[in-house]
């Protein structure tokens, strides 16, 4: 028999998974949130609001029904991060163990990441909880060890990040990405999951600092749009690029992160993809506010999901609490939540006080 696939979230990257899962000969069905929209691709086999122009094949079970996906699935999330918690409370006792997280963010109520949201809501075992999978050490690359702790939580737990725009992995363009988890053994069975000739999979056993490298390219990705909105230049996105990464990994070295894990696909080559695609959705919510459109009227003409929104937010806030200095994150912030002038913004990041290159 077929081995289960249960794709959570019908989004762009959503189904673009699905369809690359169903060409492997898995079992798929892709679940959505709403009905009526399930009823829809049902009818046109295509998701015309999220990935126009490519075909939902014919084995792949639409669903909106928690109830007719099998427990024995293995379950891939893609759901937005600001919807995380409430969709998949409906799945709790409902999912097997192995769980593969696509979601990018970080909780604004909670500042918690994907997995550890996915891993508290679905339920560890109590001594896994009295040792949660989080920032109190750094991690190896995959091969030289690793922490117990998503094996001992009953959850198999891991994270695919990278460089990947539904758009681009939809049409079979070459893809790579990184499958992370705390266990070595689960990282590469995501790895032999998602590898096609087209997309590329490596291993990484810094669960932390790939959730964290994905989560936080959109906030950069929206400074890098609304540089280019403003009539800048590629010396002020390269400029934009570097400092923001290098923010990035200050962050992420603080929640035990490996900063290595920051100059590779989940950090770097994500962060590239997003502040550069004109297919990004957050760089181009960026440049609209670079041209000086209003957030609240840019959000009034879309139903797409921009995760840099509120990502911002919370590493905001994050930063402040743990003390770390984020001058790009800051600056986005004050302009979606303080309603900042963007040249005020830019004029103040560029007459900080000189200082020395370095992270």
């Not at 990935?51 to 699935?73: C, F, M, V, Y």
């Not at 604004?108 to 997995?115: A, C, D, F, V, W």
């Not at 790895?191 to 959109?218: C, H, M, W």
Request: hydrophobic share 35%; aromatic share 6%; glycine share 10%.
């Amino acid at each position: 028999m077929k081995e289960k696939i249960a794709v959570l979230g019908d989004g762009g990257w959503g189904t673009t998974i699905a369809i690359l899962l169903s060409s492997k000969g898995y079992d798929v069905t892709l679940w959505g949130a709403f009905p009526d929209y399930i009823a829809l691709l049902q009818k046109e086999r295509i998701n015309r609001k999220f990935l126009p122009g490519i075909k939902i094949p014919e084995a792949i079970h639409l669903t909106s029904d928690i109830n007719r996906i099998s427990r024995n699935s293995i379950f891939v999330i893609a759901i937005p991060s600001k919807y995380l918690r409430k969709t998949i409370s409906g799945f709790k006792g409902k999912v097997g163990g192995k769980i593969i997280s696509l979601t990018k963010g970080i909780e604004t109520e909670t500042l918690k990441r994907p997995s550890e949201i996915i891993s508290e809501v679905l339920g560890l075992s109590s001594e896994a909880e009295r040792r949660p999978v989080l920032r109190s050490h750094t991690r190896k690359q995959c091969g030289e060890g690793g922490s117990n702790s998503a094996k001992e939580g009953g959850l198999k737990i891991s994270v695919l990040s990278g460089p990947s725009i539904s758009f681009e992995v939809a049409r079979n363009l070459p893809t790579t990405l990184v499958a992370a988890s705390d266990e070595k053994i689960i990282a590469k069975e995501t790895q032999a999951i998602f590898t096609t000739p087209n997309f590329r999979v490596y291993t990484s056993s810094d669960l932390t600092g790939v959730e964290l490298g994905g989560a936080l390219k959109n906030i950069i990705a929206i400074a890098a749009g609304i540089s280019d909105g403003m009539g800048f230049g590629v010396n002020t996105k390269a400029a934009l690029l570097t400092r923001g990464l290098a923010e990035i990994i200050r962050l992420g070295a603080k929640l035990g992160a490996e900063k290595e894990t920051f100059f590779g696909l989940s950090g770097l080559g994500d962060l590239a993809t997003t502040c550069v695609s004109t297919h990004s959705r957050n760089r181009r919510l960026g440049e609209e506010i670079g041209k000086g459109k209003k957030l609240k009227d840019i959000l009034k003409e879309t139903e797409m999901i921009m995760e840099g929104i509120t990502t911002t937010k919370s590493t905001y806030e994050l930063s402040k609490k743990i003390g770390v200095e984020m001058p790009i994150t800051e600056k986005i912030y004050e302009v979606l939540y303080a309603g900042k002038n963007p040249k005020d913004a830019v004029k103040e990041l560029m007459t900080r006080p000189l200082k020395a290159e370095g992270i």
